[in-house]
């Protein structure tokens, strides 16, 4: 463990955090749902990211039954074939899930009639206390 060391180097505190899957939102018209939808639904995992496997085990994590991957490269640009691409990679697939940096592409395309769904991702912080006096909130 390095706690040790960045004490030792610093006299800054130490916040500890995690990332926490919260909702799941409809890119065309920001409906949120609970990830509870996800448990037992088969879905599509879309991403353009470093990491897409992580990605796909943590819609698993959530009970999501992945049926389909369709992955891009990290930092993709999308354009309007890449669209149609989806489409087709997914027929039949009742829920595409994608990642919130995904999503912000995506979003200036039509997408309405395609049900596009972003992962939204929290940070929860462990050790509050200690936030709120480095922050000045107490």
């Known amino acids: 463990h390095q706690l040790p060391a960045i004490r030792f180097l610093s006299n800054s505190p130490v ?29 599509a995992a879309l991403s ?20 389909k991957e369709v992955v891009f490269p990290d930092h993709y640009s999308y354009t309007h ?7 087709r990679a997914t027929n039949g697939i009742g829920m595409i899930i994608t990642t919130m940096k995904d999503a912000v592409k995506l979003k200036q395309f039509s997408i309405e009639h395609i ?10 912080i462990e050790n509050l206390e200690i936030f709120e006096k480095a922050v000045g909130l107490q």
Do not use: C, H, M
Not at 48 to 67: C, H, M, R, Y
Not at 81 to 87: A, E, G, S
Not at 115 to 124: F, K, Q, S, T
């Open 115 to 124: 049900p596009i769904y972003a992962l939204e991702i929290g940070v929860e």
């Open 48 to 67: 353009g990211i470093a990491d897409p496997k992580s990605f796909k085990n943590t819609l698993e994590n959530l009970g999501a039954l992945v049926q």
């Open 15 to 43: 916040i500890f955090f995690s990332y926490r899957s919260q909702d799941i939102i409809n890119i065309a018209d920001n409906t949120k749902l609970t990830i509870d939808i996800l448990k037992e639904k088969k879905v």
């Open 81 to 87: 074939k890449d669209i149609q691409t989806i489409i």
